[in-house]
């Protein structure tokens, strides 16, 4: 091997030594960045189950405790998450909670549950009913409210998890009644 090619070879060997490095710093970068979020998230999800392990012990969850007269949406939201806020980042701070308490201190007026719309619209007929049926008449008896068909198709299955309704399978059609 002459000297030449020795030289050559060992300025490759720099060049892609000097690649790499760059690739692994940033993919260093983007994994820091990653975790970042995560541990966000993370302390978001812990936020949310604290608080749903709090209105476990009501018998029907969609009864939530009434709010008292003089104090609003936003301050109980505050003071349910006081404890834990401090461990989240700002980025996170503003996040899903905060926007519900927000949307809830607009004072909208309470809706019933679609989950409990559905169940009801299937307590008025004896056949078995397709998602989207159901659907159509929600849209068609409260137009105000838009849910997506897989939502509706969610909220079916959750319904049926918790043996409200059960789920009929004909062919490749999905049926749903009520659980009588």
Same mark, same amino acid.
């Given at each position: 091997?002459?000297?030449?090619?020795?030289?050559?070879?060992?300025?490759?060997?720099?060049?892609?030594?000097?690649?790499?490095?760059?690739?692994?710093?940033?993919?260093?970068?983007?994994?820091?960045?990653?975790?970042?979020?995560?541990?966000?998230?993370?302390?978001?999800?812990?936020?949310?189950?604290?608080?749903?392990?709090?209105?476990?012990?009501?018998?029907?969850?969609?009864?939530?405790?009434?709010?008292?007269?003089?104090?609003?949406?936003?301050?109980?939201?505050?003071?349910?998450?006081?404890?834990?806020?401090?461990?989240?980042?700002?980025?996170?701070?503003?996040?899903?909670?905060?926007?519900?308490?927000?949307?809830?201190?607009? $004072?909208? *007026?309470?809706? %019933?549950? /679609?989950?409990?719309? =559905?169940? #009801?619209? &299937? $307590?008025? *007929?004896?056949? %078995?009913? /397709?998602?989207?049926? =159901?659907? #159509?008449? &929600?849209?068609?008896?409260?137009?105000?409210?838009?849910?997506?068909?897989?939502?509706?198709?969610?909220?079916?299955?959750?319904?049926?998890?918790?043996?409200?309704?059960?789920?009929?399978?004909?062919?490749?059609?999905?049926?749903?009644?009520?659980?009588?």
């Amino acid at each position: 091997m002459t000297s030449q090619s020795a030289a050559t070879l060992r300025s490759r060997y720099v060049e892609q030594a000097a690649s790499d490095l760059e690739e692994n710093r940033r993919r260093q970068q983007e994994l820091t960045e990653r975790i970042t979020a995560l541990k966000q998230e993370e302390s978001l999800l812990a936020d949310i189950l604290n608080l749903a392990e709090q209105y476990e012990g009501f018998a029907d969850a969609s009864r939530l405790p009434e709010q008292l007269q003089d104090e609003p949406v936003v301050a109980k939201a505050k003071k349910a998450t006081a404890g834990t806020t401090t461990r989240r980042s700002t980025a996170a701070g503003s996040t899903a909670a905060d926007t519900s308490a927000k949307a809830g201190a607009k $004072g909208k *007026s309470r809706q %019933p549950l /679609l989950g409990d719309l =559905l169940a #009801d619209m &299937l $307590g008025t *007929s004896d056949e %078995p009913r /397709l998602a989207k049926e =159901l659907r #159509d008449e &929600l849209l068609e008896k409260f137009p105000d409210r838009n849910p997506t068909p897989q939502v509706v198709r969610n909220t079916l299955e959750s319904l049926v998890a918790k043996g409200r309704i059960q789920r009929h399978k004909q062919q490749r059609s999905v049926m749903y009644t009520l659980v009588k």
